[in-house]
């Protein structure tokens, strides 16, 4: 049985992964794998995001909507509406479309993706600072 994510470090560490893999890949691979690294940079953003949650006191719900977990940061941090567009484009590349076999994405949108999802932990590394703290308190 899955271990269920409880803390924000743990959402944080899972996200630097999917992150990772998606630089990896976009770095080594050609042809470029772009549906495989925009979904890993859905993931990435899907999971700062449920950390980011976690630290603003609540819980994040189970979904993968980037759109509505953007929302639900923005009831107590209304500087999360400055990120909302590009939760919005990557969105896109959520589980539903990971089976997509005929989406076609382009290596220039590919790394439009990657790089929203760059600015989007830059903007959670500077708005809520303690989910890159491995000594936080909800570790």
């Known amino acids: 049985m899955a271990k269920q994510i409880n803390t924000p470090?743990?959402?944080?560490?899972?996200?630097?992964?999917?992150?990772?893999?998606?630089?990896?890949?976009?770095?080594?691979?050609?042809?470029?794998?772009?549906?495989?690294?925009?979904?890993?940079?859905?993931?990435?953003?899907?999971?700062?995001?449920?950390?980011?949650?976690?630290?603003?006191?609540?819980?994040?719900p189970y979904i993968h909507d980037l759109p509505e977990l953007c929302k639900i940061a923005e009831k107590y941090r209304p500087s999360f509406l400055s990120i909302s567009t590009q939760c919005s484009i990557i969105n896109q590349f959520s589980v539903q479309p990971r089976y997509d076999l005929g989406l076609s994405l382009s290596d220039e949108d590919m790394r439009l993706v990657l790089a929203h999802t760059k600015l989007i932990r830059d903007f959670l590394q500077n708005e809520i600072p303690e989910l890159f703290s491995d000594d936080n308190n909800c570790v």
């Open 9 to 60: 470090k743990e959402w944080r560490l899972l996200a630097e992964c999917d992150l990772s893999v998606a630089e990896h890949l976009a770095d080594t691979m050609s042809p470029l794998p772009t549906s495989v690294i925009s979904f890993h940079c859905q993931q990435a953003v899907e999971k700062y995001l449920k950390g980011a949650i976690v630290i603003l006191g609540e819980e994040p």
